[in-house]
């Protein structure tokens, strides 16, 4: 899959390796509010969990993963309200 750049939010889909860091980066920068829904993110690779911490855009929706959640300061999968 990859990253879908939406009109008000990028999803990031399935597994994404590193080669997607640089496009995103330039997004997220380009953005005034920038959002990122990570619900259907399998996994994701180190350079764009950093890219995540840095900048900080609003997490529409978080990951299935636990350690993922965990890493970007979210509650737990089983922990959040369905939407």
Not at 67 to 76: N, V, Y
Request: charged share 15%.
């Amino acid at each position: 899959m990859g990253i879908r750049y939406l009109k008000t939010y990028a999803a990031l889909e399935g597994h994404l390796g590193a080669e997607e860091t640089e496009a995103l980066l330039a997004w997220l920068r380009s953005q005034s509010r920038p959002q990122v829904h990570l619900g259907h993110c399998a996994t994701l690779h180190t350079a764009l969990l950093q890219t995540l911490l840095a900048l900080r855009p609003r997490i529409k929706a978080g990951p299935k993963d636990a350690w993922l959640c965990q890493a970007l300061g979210l509650p737990a999968p089983s922990s959040r309200t369905p939407s």
